[in-house]
């Protein structure tokens, strides 16, 4: 792993300065560092996902201990560094692209890496890294709305802003309670290993940040239906989170506006349609989405 030395001798050859545009914040800290890898357990035949590689070096250090990491970084000359940095890293794999192709679907060149390193290794698919502030709630997002015929995110390993983390955690009637909150609760776990200063990143942002931890439960998993639903459910529902359920349906599109007597759902989900939709438990966001799927679906 680099020292904040190091990295600014890194980025001085090569006649650049962290991007502020692109939030760009240096994890420095190598004690952390180790705690963030170690937090998550990652073993021989496990394929990391890294969103934000910067320099290479937590790449480096996940290079050590995964099957397969899949790098990916969306500034062209750390990009480079981070090439020639992990050049004999084997295991490799760093994709200079921006990792979500759209808001919601995530790099098809990414997505077709994890896919090729899962089947080959056959282990789990983590994200661990230092996410840039920029992308990290998207692309949590989205792997965990991920369906059939794409990766599964088995867990998630993260340093966030600090605002962030407290959705991922958030409780129902929560300020934070949020998609983020109500999509890991349902298919999983989340919580906060430690929170950051400022201090340990290069350069110091303005907010404090926190590292949390994310584990996908099988379980949880089996009981939804259609995951693509229950994401387009709290989409809807929480995008008008301060008005009443009865009208939040009215705003309805997509796959959801063929779904009809939204009364009869609320009814045979045991939901009141008064109540507002940060009120709801991610138990209630399945039983609500499994019943528009066999409403779509007779």
């Not at 995530?106 to 994890?114: C, K, P, Q």
């Not at 942002?205 to 995951?227: G, H, L, N, T």
Request: aromatic residues 6%.
């Amino acid at each position: 792993m680099q020292t904040k030395q190091q990295i600014e001798k890194l980025l001085a050859l090569a006649g650049v300065s962290p991007n502020k545009r692109l939030g760009q914040h240096f994890l420095i800290d190598l004690n952390l560092m180790q705690l963030l890898r170690d937090s998550a357990h990652i073993h021989a035949k496990d394929i990391v996902l890294e969103v934000g590689c910067g320099t290479g070096s937590f790449t480096e250090a996940l290079s050590k201990v995964a099957g397969f990491v899949v790098a990916v970084e969306y500034d062209p000359v750390l990009a480079r560094i981070a090439a020639q940095q992990l050049d004999e890293a084997w295991n490799v794999r760093v994709i200079h692209a921006d990792v979500l192709q759209s808001k919601n679907r995530i790099n098809d060149e990414v997505v077709g890496a994890l896919r090729q390193a899962v089947a080959e290794y056959g282990g789990k698919m983590l994200l661990v890294a230092n996410l840039p502030y920029g992308v990290g709630s998207a692309l949590m997002v989205d792997l965990l709305a991920a369906g059939a015929g794409d990766v599964a995110c088995d867990a998630m390993y993260v340093t966030v802003q600090g605002e962030v983390a407290d959705r991922l955690v958030a409780a129902p009637g929560n300020k934070d309670y949020g998609i983020l909150s109500i999509l890991m609760a349902a298919t999983g776990k989340a919580q906060i290993i430690r929170k950051l200063k400022p201090s340990v990143f290069w350069p110091r942002p303005q907010v404090d940040s926190a590292m949390v931890a994310y584990q996908r439960q099988k379980k949880k998993v089996e009981r939804i239906k259609d995951i693509a639903i229950l994401k387009e459910v709290v989409s809807l529902l929480m995008g008008h989170r301060r008005k009443m359920l009865k009208a939040c349906v009215k705003f309805a599109d997509g796959r959801l506006a063929e779904v009809h007597h939204w009364g009869d759902i609320f009814d045979r989900a045991f939901v009141d349609p008064h109540n507002r939709p940060e009120q709801l438990s991610a138990e209630n966001y399945i039983s609500i989405a499994n019943l528009c799927h066999e409403a779509l679906n007779p």
